[in-house]
């Protein structure tokens, strides 16, 4: 054979590889696309699609049906990218739920179009519809849920400020219809939450609030045990509490309870009702179970904190009124707040009076995590200067800043021991009680504990108004939200308790942004322009009628022709500002298309070009080397 037909041979032969090689990635890609259907690789930074251990028990703790409705519009796609691709990861989300339920969870995708039955079901099922036009239209965007039982529950809206708790939303959605009964919450303490009858003195607010979403208990008198249908136990500042009722709490505590605890140093709402000079109740008797589970709570002091100070009138050295920072009654902004957990997500304002601070003791084995902190100009007041002798001025006059960041709330986890180690004290008689004594603990303890009593009496977050003869409760904090927050957090399973926020969603091209920025100023003008033309035609079209309807005289026929006439013009109208709106977008998503078509096809392209160029470069050396042998 001639060396040109062996040269030939050899091209169709290299030509041949490359075909197949390409032959090859195309049917893997395919294959895979069949075979590695349900396979996941999430490489987002703050795994925005890797569910979290939580939410996987919660999961796979379901035992009966539970059908999710999700109701997107289809008008939320041309709302922009950011509200795009939020909807395309609930929806994703949802799948990836539906795949860990085994069978137990089935997603139903409802698109609620305007008059259409979809959206009476989506109203049915308690969504709220969103005006987002001029001419009446509305987005739906929420989830309603059913158990085989007929209980349900809905998140009306799925606001995608609340992006950052999109996981918890859905597995509480969840969690809440698996258990559809009111979780039971126990309070033991010295605040009259629920009011006291033979005074007339009412319930408290948040109380009123927490009974429309719990089964609320109030657990008076000596203690013996703390039921097992307890899902959280509220400890609301107990000061008269006997060894018996200490123990209940500490075992309860050590068997991996759910506790709530507000501990005050200075109560303010309860020095109110006392004697002149009488000091506060206290909750020194739970010293030991706090020590126990790892935290300290100073009796003697409270945090002024004068960045975050709440002005009030008081008078000054000569006797004259003066507008100055309460050092100790504070206003909590976002900046105070630990802004990943759930507990906080979309609270804006949270009032303390007197708080105190919480830290954990050195070496303890629990976990400790700030959830309410002031700033670093904060320091520590004497508590009985504070609630006997309260003097604005003089406080600031006094006053020395510590230089670190103080704990307000926090949330402490973590296995505890007994605080009984040696067992039950002597006044706990009953025998099974006794033989049931546990020193270590078996589960987890689940605890969010406030140094403040008063965050939850009306006056620090509320205030009356009268208007048209009616008196109205308006809140100026979020004070009950927060404690409702805490209640339900605390209620779920402990995987949803360690649940917390997910990173952001919305990390913006800004290449993006400045061409809508552009193509919006653009066509502003023109859409302003249809608007107004739009308006015109309305307002002549309602003169006509409003003559005809004044002169009781029906319109001529060319009186009805002009207002044919303006519908039509009307509609054309609309059409051209729709054309102008869907103008604002195409820039952006041909962008955006191209961004898709390069991530999808750059790379395999790039490997092909890499491979096609070896080949190329591997028979050029082969040729040179036969040349040379030649």
């Known amino acids: 054979m001639s060396q040109a037909s062996r040269k030939w041979d050899r091209s169709w032969l290299a030509g041949g590889v490359i075909v197949a090689a390409l032959i090859v990635f195309f049917g893997l890609n395919m294959a895979a ?3 590695l259907k349900t396979a996941r690789l999430d490489l987002t930074q703050d795994s925005l699609f890797t569910l979290s251990d939580g939410t996987r028990e919660t999961l796979a703790e379901i035992d009966e049906p539970i059908t999710l409705r999700f109701y997107k519009s289809a008008i939320i796609d041309e709302l922009g990218p950011f509200y795009r691709n939020y909807a395309r990861r609930v929806a994703e989300l949802l799948d990836e739920y539906a795949r860990h339920a085994d069978g137990m969870l089935i997603i139903e995708t409802y698109d609620p179009a305007a008059f259409s039955p979809e959206e009476d079901l989506a109203v049915a099922d308690g969504l709220e519809g969103i005006p987002i036009s001029r001419e009446g239209d509305q987005l739906f965007f929420g989830l309603a849920g059913f158990n085989s039982t007929d209980d349900r529950d809905a998140i009306a809206y799925l606001a995608p400020e609340r992006a950052m708790f999109l996981e918890y939303d859905l597995t509480r959605l969840v969690h809440d219809l698996a258990n559809p009964e009111k979780p039971v919450v126990a309070v033991i303490g010295d605040l009259q939450l629920m009011g006291d009858p033979s ?5 408290w607010f948040v109380t009123e609030i927490m009974r429309q979403f719990f089964d609320v208990r109030v ?13 959280v136990l509220v400890l609301a500042q107990p000061a008269n509490i006997d060894d018996q009722t200490l123990y209940a709490i500490d075992q309860y505590a050590v068997g991996g309870g759910h506790v709530l605890g507000f501990l005050d140093p200075a109560p303010e709402i309860m020095v109110a009702g006392q004697q002149p000079g009488t000091p506060p109740p206290t909750f020194q008797a739970l010293t030991p179970l706090l020590t126990a589970w790892g935290i300290e709570i100073p009796m003697d002091q409270v945090v002024g904190d004068p960045d975050n100070a709440v002005a009030v009138q008081a008078a000054d050295r000569t006797g004259r009124p003066a507008i100055v920072p309460y050092l100790p009654w504070v206003s909590l902004g976002p900046d105070a707040m630990a802004g990943d957990d759930v507990i906080l997500a979309n609270l804006e304002r949270i009032h303390l009076n007197s708080a105190g601070i919480v830290r954990p003791i050195d070496g303890a084995a629990t976990t400790f995590e700030p959830i309410l902190q002031s700033t670093d100009q904060a320091g520590l007041v004497d508590a009985f200067m504070v609630t006997m002798m309260p003097d604005p001025v003089g406080l600031i006059q006094t006053f020395q800043p510590g230089g670190d960041v103080l704990t307000y709330a926090a949330r402490v986890s973590g296995t505890v021991t007994s605080a009984f180690p040696d067992g039950p004290p002597e006044a706990v008689t009953d025998q099974e009680i006794v033989d049931a004594h546990r020193s270590e603990g078996d589960a987890p303890l689940s605890m969010i504990v406030v140094a403040d009593a008063d965050i939850l009496s009306d006056r620090s977050w509320l205030r009356t108004e009268a208007l048209l003869g009616q008196r109205y409760t308006v809140p100026t904090a979020n004070n009950g939200d927060f404690a409702v927050n805490a209640l339900e957090n605390l209620s779920g399973s402990a995987g949803l308790i360690a649940l917390r926020g997910r990173g952001l969603t919305d990390r913006p091209f800004e290449l993006l942004q400045a ?9 502003r003008d023109a859409e302003e322009t249809l608007l107004t033309q739009i308006d015109e035609a309305e307002a002549r079209i309602a003169q006509l009628r409003q003559e005809e309807q004044d002169s009781g005289i029906l319109l001529t026929g060319a009186q009805q022709q002009t207002i044919d006439e303006f519908r039509g013009q009307m509609l054309a109208l609309r059409q051209q500002l729709r054309d102008v709106q869907h103008s604002l977008r195409q820039d952006v998503e041909r962008v955006e298309q191209q961004i898709r078509i390069a991530n999808i096809w750059a790379v395999p392209a790039l490997i092909a070009l890499i491979a096609i160029g070896l080949a190329i470069v591997r ?7 036969r040349t040379v042998t030649a």
């Open 33 to 35: 696309g069949v075979w």
């Open 199 to 203: 005074t007339r003195y009412q319930p």
């Open 219 to 231: 657990l008076g008198g000596t203690v013996d045990r703390i039921d097992d249908d307890v899902s």
């Open 515 to 523: 061409m809508q920025r552009d193509a919006e100023q653009r066509f």
């Open 619 to 625: 028979r050029v050396r082969m040729s040179r080397r």
